[in-house]
């Protein structure tokens, strides 16, 4: 169980893992408004953003992305506009695959690229 209190001594690390999304939400990820989801998957970590064009992104790092095993992350593009969920999206014009090996500041670059769509 959570508790803020009985927890504020412990690293970012370990806040992250007990509570994921309020971690990822007072980062300074300038796109963290748009953070609608945050799991643990694969013995790593995924994140989903959704944009207000209906757009949005996949943000994986575990052991089965691309670049994963090497501390690196993984970006696909949703669309929102026909699922609630986010369907993968690969007539975006940001690319027609998922996007491997890339570091975090790639992984803004990519965010703000959809957020413009």
Same mark, same amino acid.
């Given at each position: 169980?959570?508790?803020?209190?009985?927890?504020?001594?412990?690293?970012?690390?370990?806040?992250?893992? &007990?509570?994921? =999304?309020?971690? +990822?939400?007072? %980062?300074?990820?300038?796109?963290?408004?748009?953070?609608?989801? @945050? /799991?643990?998957?694969?013995?790593?970590?995924?994140?989903?953003?959704?944009?207000?064009?209906?757009?949005?992104?996949?943000?994986?790092?575990?052991?089965?992305?691309?670049?994963?095993?090497?501390?690196?992350?993984? &970006?696909?593009? =949703?669309?929102? +506009?026909?699922? %609630?969920?986010?369907?993968?999206?690969?007539?975006?014009?940001? @690319? /027609?695959?998922?996007?491997?090996?890339?570091?975090?500041?790639?992984?803004?670059?990519?965010?703000?690229?959809?957020?413009?769509?």
């Amino acid at each position: 169980m959570y508790d803020k209190e009985v927890n504020k001594q412990l690293s970012r690390r370990e806040r992250v893992l &007990l509570n994921p =999304l309020e971690a +990822s939400q007072k %980062s300074d990820n300038p796109h963290k408004e748009f953070l609608v989801n @945050t /799991d643990y998957i694969n013995n790593g970590v995924q994140h989903r953003y959704k944009f207000k064009n209906n757009y949005g992104a996949s943000v994986v790092k575990h052991d089965f992305s691309y670049g994963g095993q090497n501390g690196l992350w993984e &970006l696909a593009v =949703l669309d929102y +506009s026909m699922d %609630s969920t986010g369907e993968l999206c690969y007539t975006s014009g940001i @690319t /027609d695959d998922v996007i491997g090996h890339l570091t975090w500041k790639n992984v803004e670059e990519f965010l703000y690229e959809i957020k413009q769509l």
